[in-house]
T-cell receptor, first 113, second 116 residues
Framework: KQEVTQIPAALSVPEGENLVLNCSFT??????LQWFRQDPGKGLTSLLL?????REQTSGRLNASLDKSSGRSTLYIAASQPGDSATYLC????????????FGAGTRLAVHP | GAVVSQHPSRVICKSGTSVKIECRSL??????MFWYRQFPKQSLMLMAT?????????EQGVEKDKFLINHASLTLSTLTVTSAHPEDSSFYIC????????????FGPGTRLTVT
């Protein structure tokens, strides 16, 4: 059974810091991995999607890497801003399970001025 | 980009009543929609997969008679929580898959259900 774990559960940093959020998954047979952002009481916004054949994806200040064989992904946020404060969720799509997203519990990020 | 809406955004109902939540894809046709539940400070758990014109597929442990899902058109899926109990209070989020974008799901803003 695929399980997704995110570390740390919560993180508080001063504005301007570079930070790394971690995601691990137990079964390396995945189709892709996605990072989402969720603001309190809101839905999800897709940040980055990495196909299983890819090593990383970048969007602005965000960079996500994927090491499928070791079951790990990291989300790197450069020069953090208060507006980055949110919960960041990692989710995998299992191979052959194209309809399923299996989520981690998320990392709650607070960036203070 | 693909937009998914949900209605209502918040609903309060009394125990024993039923409540319907709508999920709409606004600018694309979604052959498949998904319903998730999220408890406070926990992750999203898939409840069921809804395919247009056919019966929904429920995940293990989800009562299909309690959570009725209807996907009558390519842009609308509904989730009806029947005989609601306080433990059904949760954040319900739907997503829709755009068949033109390989397996990517677009999420609605969620519905906060409170059962008193």
């Amino acid at each position: 059974k695929q399980e997704v774990t995110q570390i740390p559960a919560a993180l508080s940093v001063p504005e301007g810091e570079n930070l790394v959020l971690n995601c691990s998954f137990t079964d390396s047979a995945i189709y892709n991995l996605q990072w989402f952002r969720q603001d309190p009481g809101k839905g999800l916004t897709s940040l980055l999607l990495i196909q299983s054949s890819q090593r990383e994806q970048t969007s602005g200040r965000l960079n996500a890497s994927l090491d499928k064989s070791s079951g790990r992904s990291t989300l790197y946020i450069a020069a953090s801003q208060p507006g980055d404060s949110a919960t960041y969720l990692c989710a995998v799509t299992p191979e052959g399970g194209y309809n399923k997203l299996i989520f981690g519990a998320g990392t709650r990020l607070a960036v203070h001025p | 980009g693909a937009v998914v809406s949900q209605h209502p955004s918040r609903v309060i109902c009394k125990s024993g009543t039923s409540v319907k939540i709508e999920c709409r894809s606004l600018d694309f046709q979604a052959t498949t929609m998904f319903w998730y539940r999220q408890f406070p400070k926990q992750s999203l758990m898939l409840m069921a997969t809804s395919n247009e014109g056919s019966k929904a597929t429920y995940e293990q442990g989800v009562e299909k008679d309690k959570f009725l899902i209807n996907h009558a058109s390519l842009t609308l899926s509904t989730l009806t929580v029947t005989s609601a109990h306080p433990e059904d209070s949760s954040f319900y989020i739907c997503s829709a898959r755009d068949p033109g974008v390989s397996y990517e799901q677009y999420f609605g803003p969620g519905t906060r259900l409170t059962v008193t």
